[in-house]
């Protein structure tokens, strides 16, 4: 079912998307000039559409979150690691004491308190 829905309205987000291009499509066609100048970083002046615009926008978005999400799955495999070591070295640690022997308890022996 929700799988249903995710593609009903991804195809309403499509066809409004198509809509919209088609009803603005002269405003992308509009040239834009776009220079840096930045301490010593310096770009000239570069002419392009507002769709080139647009798209190279997604694109370093794209670029953007996907190494963002890569930082935080290093994060989280770092912490899965550690906690696997964590893990390993409790179950050894509890065979361990599975296994040793039982001392003497003193069971059987008169129980006295002194004061």
Do not use: H
Not at 93 to 106: I, K, S, V, W
């Amino acid at each position: 079912m929700l799988r249903v829905i995710s593609a009903v309205l991804f195809l309403l987000a499509l066809v409004l998307f198509l809509v919209f291009w088609q009803q603005n499509y002269q405003g992308f066609d509009y040239e834009i000039s776009i220079g840096y100048n930045i301490l010593v970083f310096k770009l000239d002046s570069v002419s392009m559409p507002v769709w080139v615009l647009m798209i190279l926008s997604f694109g370093c978005g794209i670029i953007i979150t996907f190494l963002l999400e890569l930082i935080g799955w290093f994060r989280m495999r770092s912490r899965v690691i550690q906690q696997t070591r964590t893990i390993r070295r409790m179950e050894k640690e509890l065979q361990e004491l599975r296994t040793m022997p039982f001392a003497d308890t003193g069971a059987g022996k008169e129980f006295t308190i002194r004061e």
